[in-house]
Nanobody, 128 residues
Framework: QEKLVESGGGSVQDGGSLRLSCAASGYIGGNRYRMGWFRQTLGKEREGIAIINSDGATKYAASVKGRFTISRDNAKNSINLQMNSLRPEDTAVYYC?????????????????????WGQGTQVTVSS
């Protein structure tokens, strides 16, 4: 199964920016994919926030639309999440997720049940 390695994250002031990256390695079970980012805070369910497929179609949660931008590099099986205008309520552990397919391009979805591989998570803290 694919291994997802996240980088980026950290601490920033209210209104600041951060960039997260995620790369898939190991056995890649497909030539098409959906990849994206989820986040979770203590006591809350994990929330899908930004998804992209190998064709570049995207889907964003309303809470981040207009502030976060997801991008991809198909040659590297990697994605990035540029987070601007960060708010204290964006504080969470951010997880990269992916699912690969052969020959078909999956639609982007924020449903975590539609993802098979997960990263270890990276902390993002936004202070006021």
């Amino acid at each position: 199964q694919e291994k997802l390695v996240e980088s980026g994250g950290g601490s920033v002031q209210d209104g600041g920016s951060l960039r997260l990256s995620c790369a898939a390695s190991g056995y890649i079970g497909g030539n098409r994919y959906r990849m994206g980012w989820f986040r979770q805070t203590l006591g809350k369910e994990r929330e899908g926030i930004a998804i992209i497929n190998s064709d570049g179609a995207t889907k964003y949660a309303a809470s981040v639309k207009g502030r976060f931008t997801i991008s991809r590099d198909n040659a590297k099986n990697s994605i990035n999440l540029q987070m601007n205008s960060l708010r204290p309520e964006d504080t969470a552990v951010y997880y990269c997720a992916a699912r690969f397919f052969w020959g078909i391009t999956p639609l982007p979805t924020l449903d975590e049940k539609q993802f098979a591989a997960w990263g270890q998570g990276t902390q993002v803290t936004v202070s006021s």
